[in-house]
């Protein structure tokens, strides 16, 4: 059976989890596209923007230029 003293640890562990859960899903709710009566509302200052899109969209974009640069090698 658990010592009292150790007792402490599954509930840090709990509360840590619960704080990174709640974190990580506030950011992928404002993050992404709203439902429906949602789409005007404000986000939080506290909320990082992330834009996948775009990154990607870079990402393809420079793999495209590289492929233009030696088309006797073209990827598959």
Known sequence: MA????LWI???LLV???IASV???LIAWYNSK???G???TAIPSY??????RQESAKQVEKKNS???ENPENPET
């Open 47 to 52: 909320i990082p923007k992330i834009n996948i």
């Open 23 to 25: 974190s990580i899903g």
């Open 16 to 18: 840590v989890g619960l």
């Open 38 to 40: 949602w789409e005007e």
């Open 3 to 6: 010592n009292h003293s150790t």
């Open 10 to 12: 599954p509930i840090a």
């Open 34 to 36: 709203r439902p429906p």
């Open 66 to 68: 590289s492929n233009s």
